[in-house]
């Protein structure tokens, strides 16, 4: 097997330190490859990146419909938050809707990942609950389809629980591919996770954003769903994240979403082209970087979306006493691979 391409290299003084390698792929909703680099059809698990195709579950059992979840409702079953004030609000709305509270949720607590929140916790001698938990948005949504299918919704997150049955037949639908136990493990959160080819995950964001290979009802709610997210971008994420930042900065045009290990995926939607990227030793600010570095290819920013996309893609690395000592930047590979 081939190693992947270098995309990323850290560079310390005058020597580099670090090299990042990856694969990644941008693709149609035919799932024709326009650019790619590295071995796009190697399985890798997509984490968090897909929490907006795992929501779709929510379409085939009546839940939005039957709890008349809001966009904001949704933009937070696509979320990896950060525990802020307005994301445990909106979470226990989201249970209120649903008829549940927070001690259905089975996906544990963890402090606010936001510092200023995890301070305030502290200083009010609160612990976290499942409510700080950055899924726990994602399992509330997932809670609501146990309540519209009505099951019980205890062991929901377990694989062979009707909810997770919903979850992974939502996925394979989108992706048009089987999702194996033969590549299955557990997430950070407990539920299930699949491992399948980075490009099929590249050619789902892309049905996701414009309908096409999808029936009218999933593909009319996958655009909803990315509506959603895109026009509440601080609720997927947070205060100063990657995630939040690209989507306000471009407005809807862009969908974009973080994974645990190195994992991004997106969509440019008015390209109608999904990407998906993986940096191999699963370091998350380089994995940042080649999503800045695509999107600075091939999403056609203004000077102000250029502007943020050059911050992530050549990230300045200071000491305590906050001089510059060096930088991590994505390699000229990404753009003369994705120069389109």
């Known amino acids: 097997m081939q190693a992947n391409p270098i995309l990323v290299q850290t560079i310390r003084g005058n020597w580099v330190e670090n090299r990042h390698r990856g694969a990644m792929v941008l693709a149609d909703a035919e799932g024709q490859i326009v650019a790619s680099l590295g071995d796009t059809d190697w399985p890798v698990f997509p984490r968090s990146a897909i929490k907006s195709m795992q929501a779709l579950a929510m379409v085939g059992a009546g839940a939005i419909e039957r709890f008349a979840l809001s966009d904001e409702d949704l933009a937070l079953a696509c979320a990896s938050h950060h525990g802020e004030t307005d994301h445990v609000a909106g979470v226990t709305r989201f249970l209120g809707e649903i008829g549940l509270a927070a001690d259905a949720l089975e996906c544990g607590a963890h402090a606010p990942t936001n510092p200023a929140a995890r301070s305030a916790l502290r200083a009010a001698g609160e612990e976290p609950s499942a409510l700080h938990n950055n899924c726990s948005g994602k399992h509330a ?132 082209l999904g990407y998906a990227i993986k940096c191999d030793d699963g370091n998350m600010a380089a994995s940042q970087a080649m999503a800045a570095g695509l999107l600075l290819a091939v999403a056609r920013p203004d000077a102000k979306q250029t502007a943020l996309l050059q911050r992530y893609a050549r990230q300045i690395i200071t000491n305590v006493r906050r001089r510059e000592v060096g930088m991590m930047a994505v390699t000229d590979a990404v753009f003369e691979a994705f120069g389109c």
């Open 141 to 272: 949504g997932m809670l609501s389809v146990a309540r519209a299918l009505g099951v019980p919704p205890e062991h929901y997150v377990d694989p062979d629980h009707p909810v997770q049955q919903r979850v992974r037949a939502a996925v394979e639908t989108v992706l048009g591919v089987a999702l194996t136990t033969e590549r299955c493990g557990t997430d950070g959160c407990s539920i299930p996770t699949y491992a399948a080819p980075l490009s099929a995950f590249a050619g789902g964001f892309a049905r996701m954003a414009t309908g096409q290979g999808l029936s009218p009802e999933l593909g009319a709610a996958a655009m909803r769903l990315f509506d959603a997210a895109t026009s509440h971008p601080h609720l997927v994420a947070g205060t100063g994240h990657f995630d939040t930042l690209v989507m306000e900065a471009f407005g809807g045009r862009v969908m974009q979403k973080g994974g645990a290990e190195g994992v991004q995926c997106g969509a440019i939607r008015d390209l109608g």
